[in-house]
Structure formats: structure tokens, C-alpha cells
């Protein structure tokens, strides 16, 4: 990542469409009142499971729009306070089951746009406050029975575009 002189006490840092393509596993360290952070539309390929520890007020999450193509089920551990995750239009072809462990406050989730060919139930069980899905245009051929048990919030699932 190019050097910026950023603001380090900044709520909202928006680094989209930047041509980012690595970020260093401690980039984020002395951001500790950000709230939200957009790396949308930048050639992201890997996150190392280190890049957001330590922020811990962080409500929402854009890493859309670009070349991720696997998560280690870290990445998001102890981002409680997530609202909002979009994930979006990467080249995500699997998730570990435990990606989404611990983030109760979770209402907004984006996989649209993947290549996620199979989801079960357990990838979803931690999102009681989620409401709002979307797994459009990816790769599922069928539905865990179960997904929807925990989920009692979901008003909005988006699954136009598999081969359900």
C-alpha cells in the first residue's frame, strides 16, 4: 500500500478505487476509533487474518469489488461491534464455516457475486441480528435446510442468480 499521511483518530477511512493490492498485516494498528473502513474496488487477492485485530469498534466493512479469494476464519474474530460486511463481486469460491464466528451484531452481509458453490447452516449460525443476505449470482446448486433457523431477523435473502 502507497504511504498516506492518514488521520489515525478518523472514524470513517475510505481507500476505495486506490489500486491497492496488498495491505500489510499492521496497517490498521493505530486506528483505534474507526468505525467504518472501505476498501471497495482495489485488486485485493489475500487478507492476512492480522489486518483488522485490534479494531474493535469497527460497525461496518467494505471489501467489495475485488480479487479475494479466500478468508482465513480469523479475519474477522473480535470485530463484535461489525454491522455491516459486503464481500461482494471477489472470486470467493469457499468459506471456512467459522468466518462469521461471534459477530451477533451482524445485519448486513454481501457474498453476492462469488463463486460459492455450497453454504451449510453452521456458516451463518453466529448472525442472530442478521438482516439482510445476499448470495446472489454464485455458484449454489443447493440450500442447507437449516441456514435459516438462527437467522429469525432475516427480512431480505437474495439468491437470484444460482442454480437452486
Do not use: C, P
Not at 469460491?93 to 445485519?107: I, M, P, V
Not at 455458484?139 to 437449516?146: A, E, P, S, Y
Amino acid at each position: 500500500m502507497e504511504s498516506l499521511n492518514l488521520n489515525n483518530q478518523a472514524e470513517l477511512l475510505d481507500l476505495s478505487n486506490k489500486n491497492i493490492t496488498t495491505i500489510e498485516w499492521s496497517a490498521f494498528n493505530s486506528f483505534k476509533s474507526l468505525r467504518r473502513l472501505y476498501l471497495s474496488g482495489n485488486k485485493i487477492s489475500s487478507i492476512d487474518f492480522r489486518t483488522f485485530q485490534g479494531l474493535t469498534i469497527l460497525e461496518e466493512l467494505r471489501l467489495d469489488s475485488n480479487q479475494i479469494a479466500s478468508l482465513d476464519y480469523r479475519t474477522f474474530q473480535g470485530l463484535s461491534n461489525l454491522r455491516y460486511i459486503s464481500l461482494s463481486s471477489n472470486k470467493l469460491a469457499s468459506l471456512d464455516e467459522r468466518t462469521f464466528y461471534g459477530l451477533t451484531n451482524l445485519t448486513y452481509l454481501g457474498l453476492g457475486v462469488n463463486q460459492l458453490t455450497s453454504l451449510s447452516y453452521r456458516h451463518f449460525e453466529d448472525l442472530i441480528s442478521l438482516q439482510y443476505l445476499s448470495l446472489n449470482s454464485n455458484q449454489l446448486k443447493t440450500l442447507d435446510d437449516r441456514l435459516l433457523n438462527k437467522m429469525k431477523n432475516l427480512t431480505n435473502l437474495d439468491l437470484g442468480g444460482n442454480k437452486l
